[in-house]
């Protein structure tokens, strides 16, 4: 795994110069790991879940048609900041459109201002962060390691029950969480989470 602190799976130089060259198989894999996100993005502006894949497909295809003109420079900054502009005038615009009330849930709907789409962005992009890196997690500890630290870390179960029925001693217990934290933190931050070295929240 890359050490520099860039967003790594979808935002590499790599995997954008792949996409830009007609390649199916990086614009899948790009369009696979955000189309969870964009759709969350959707669910916090309370979009009604049958057309929250519409704003997905929408933000995709515009994505997808102006793929030749981005360029990766990590001097004008990041991807992720791209990819918000683009969430954001598209989700905007929907909400200015024909019919705006027809596209969300019972209970009225202001246009969020520019501080409620920044703040949503942000939280819906750690929670993202956060489950990505526990999927690296999982990943890269064996089956039991992961169970002990899940259960420890996460779940936060009691470390002396988990040593009895993992029979192992009470302190590796804590030795396992120890390491899982350190090692989810590194992970948020190579995925793009600026605060994750001072943050011990584990939503």
Known sequence: MAQEQQDI?????????????????????????????????ARSYRVREADRDAVVNGVMAELFATR?????????????????????????RMRRSEHPMDNIDEGGFE?????????????????????????????????????????????KEDPEKLAAEYHIKTDHVYLIKHRALKLLRAYRTQLGDENADNDDSLI
Do not use: M
């Open 9 to 41: 799976y979808l935002t590499s130089p790599t995997l954008l110069n792949r996409i830009k060259d007609g390649d199916d198989a990086s614009w899948n894999e790009f369009h696979e790991r955000y189309r969870r996100f964009i759709w969350c993005i």
């Open 68 to 92: 030749d003109k981005f360029q990766y420079d990590p001097d004008k900054g990041r991807y992720r900041d791209y990819l918000r502009k683009v969430v954001k005038n598209h989700i905007l």
């Open 111 to 155: 246009e969020p201002s520019e501080d409620d789409f920044d703040e949503i962005w942000e939280r819906e992009w750690k929670d993202y962060v956060l489950q990505q890196a526990k999927q690296l997690l999982r990943e890269r500890l064996d089956p039991v390691t992961y169970q002990i630290a899940s259960r420890c870390a996460f779940a």
